[in-house]
Every structure is written in structure tokens, then in C-alpha cells.
């Protein structure tokens, strides 16, 4: 099996949308598109058609360029977007809705949909475990956690313990470019830490030359992420109330 092509596309101001493609079937699958016309434009570039988009959760900054995407599809065959059943309400462009357990694939690449509620209470994410990677929304981010919008301090723990499961190898796609805020909050919360403190000058020599951060690896996050090192629900609980408040 190929391995798939995952190319990286900035949008808004610190949003990442993912573009994966499977050499093999030619499948070309979009994870939380912000807005439309960067990815179109991407894929384009690449001789690409866009056959599925995944959403992870229903906030706007991640299923904007639904429609727009879905309405370019047509001209080759058309696309289906795929998102949580417990957000179908609030993502109205959802062809194929699914949950804990389902499984999608992107030609012979299976994911197993992973339920990770906190940010958004119906949020999932996507774990390619043949190919090493997870697809993660807000959920976790290189030295953070996503915002307990609707959600809980037990079920974010519960999520981080998941994550803690996979192997270091494993790829970590985020949404966002929060890693030097993070990193700088992080060691604040975990001064003695000799790894994160390594790490917060990497990040800042990378966002000054203009690089980006992710996608970041279950080794790196085990090793610097104050969230998923946090030994209890309470203790992430009192640093995602810190993070907010800084």
C-alpha cells in the first residue's frame, strides 16, 4: 500500500486545513476545510480531485469551505463529506455521518472514527493506524489542548489517555498554529521540564523564520504537552483554567 500524500495548507489566520491523497485510487480527501478556494487551488495544482472531506466538528472554522468545495466537486464526479452524527444539526452540508467505532476509508486507507468530546460535544477524530497518523481537529495541539467549550475536564483527560495509548511514532495533524503560545504557557506550568524547554526554542526559532510547527508526534507531545502529562482530570482541569486566564 502507498503511502498517502498529506499536504498542509494554511488559512484564516492560524488555521491549517489537511489535503490527503491516495496515490493508489487517486482518492483526495480534505479534514476540516476552513475556507474553499486555498484548497481547490492546492488540489488543482497537483493534478487532484477532491472525491471527500471529513469534518471533525461543527465550528465554522472548520467546515466554512463545505459547500464551496462540494459545489466544485460536480465538475469531476462530485464529493461526500463525511462529520460526527452527534453535530449533524449544526454541519447542514453532512452527507455520511458517523461516530465512535465507525470506520471510513480513503482508498485502502482505513481510519477508525475516534470519539474525543471537550471542545465540541460531538467532536471525533480520525486514526489511520496502518499509516501512523490522527487527525485530530481542536482536540490536542503540539503543547495543548483545544478550549472546554462544551465539554468537560474528565472528558478531555479521558481523550489526552487515548491519545497517550498510540505510539510515538504516531503523526499528530491539528488544526491550528498555536504551538509558540502554547509552549510558552506550557513551561510556565512545567519550568523543570529540560524536553519543553528544548522544545519552546525550537518553536520560536521556527515561527521567526516563518515555519511551521505541525503536525506533531504522540513522542514530542508525551515528552512537553502539559495536558496530555497531566496525572488527573482535576490538574488539566486547573491548567486549561490557566491557559484560559494568561
Request: with cysteine; net charge negative.
Amino acid at each position: 500500500m502507498s503511502p498517502l500524500d498529506i499536504v498542509r495548507i494554511p488559512a484564516l489566520s492560524d488555521n491549517y486545513v489537511w489535503l490527503v491523497h491516495d496515490p493508489a485510487s487517486k482518492a483526495t480527501m480534505v479534514v476540516d476545510p476552513a475556507v474553499a478556494d486555498p484548497v481547490l487551488e492546492a488540489a488543482a495544482a497537483r493534478g487532484w480531485a477532491i472525491t471527500d472531506i471529513w469534518n471533525t466538528h461543527w465550528h465554522p472554522d472548520h467546515t466554512g469551505g463545505n459547500a464551496a468545495i462540494k459545489e466544485a466537486a460536480k465538475a469531476w464526479g462530485g464529493c461526500t463529506i463525511t462529520g460526527p452524527a452527534a453535530e449533524y444539526a449544526r454541519i447542514p452540508t453532512l452527507d455520511v455521518q458517523v461516530t465512535g467505532g465507525d470506520r471510513v476509508a480513503l482508498g485502502a486507507h482505513v481510519a477508525e472514527v475516534w470519539d474525543v468530546p471537550a471542545h465540541t460535544a460531538g467532536h471525533i477524530a480520525y486514526h489511520f493506524a496502518d499509516d501512523a497518523a490522527i487527525f485530530v481537529g481542536d482536540t490536542i495541539f503540539a503543547m495543548g489542548c483545544g478550549r472546554l467549550f462544551e465539554g468537560t475536564a474528565e472528558q478531555m483527560f479521558a481523550n489526552m489517555r487515548r491519545f497517550d495509548a498510540l505510539d510515538d511514532a504516531t503523526r499528530v495533524y491539528c488544526a491550528h498554529e498555536y504551538t509558540l503560545s502554547n509552549a510558552r504557557f506550557a513551561v510556565t506550568v512545567d519550568p523543570g521540564n529540560a524536553a519543553l524547554a528544548a522544545r519552546l526554542a525550537q518553536v520560536e526559532s521556527a515561527r521567526a523564520a516563518g515555519e511551521a510547527t505541525v503536525p506533531t508526534s504522540i513522542g514530542a507531545e508525551r515528552a512537553t504537552n502539559p495536558f496530555l502529562r497531566a496525572p488527573t482530570a482535576a490538574e488539566l482541569g486547573r491548567i486549561r483554567a490557566l491557559k484560559d486566564a494568561a
